[in-house]
């Protein structure tokens, strides 16, 4: 059974920083790339990071850049994926989730409620 679970968020004040978590299991997803998305209130979903399937590379959305680190570990039936946030804006309060980087996704997880506000 494919499974996908996200944790990390939280309330932070802008200028904090957040390390979300997600573990994905269920199929070879330690052959694939992974991502993290994120869906803003009353926003498409839209991808933050993404890694590739042995961590060697790695690549951000533009306003993301200098914020945030995305990486994984591969063991041998999951996958971890982080994102580490810093200096974080009021405009990166979404609900993030992660998910692999293929022709279709995998089913998604619940996400991860990131809001920062003051």
């Not at 920083?17 to 070879?28: D, F, I, K, P, T």
């Not at 850049?65 to 994102?83: E, F, H, P, W």
Request: with cysteine; glycine share 10%; hydrophobic share 35%.
């Amino acid at each position: 059974q494919v499974q996908i679970v996200e944790s990390g968020g939280g309330l932070v004040q802008p200028g904090g920083s957040l390390r979300l978590s997600c573990v994905a299991s269920g199929m070879a997803f330690s052959s694939l790339a992974m991502a993290w998305f994120r869906q803003g209130p009353g926003k498409e979903r839209e991808v933050v990071a993404w890694v590739s399937h042995n961590g060697a590379s790695t690549n951000y959305r533009d306003i993301m850049k200098g914020r945030v680190t995305i990486s994984r570990d591969n063991a041998k039936d999951t996958v971890s994926v982080y994102l580490e946030m810093n200096n974080l804006k009021p405009e990166d309060t979404a609900v993030y989730y992660c998910n692999r980087v293929a022709t279709t996704f995998a089913p998604w997880g619940q996400g991860t409620q990131v809001t920062v506000s003051s």
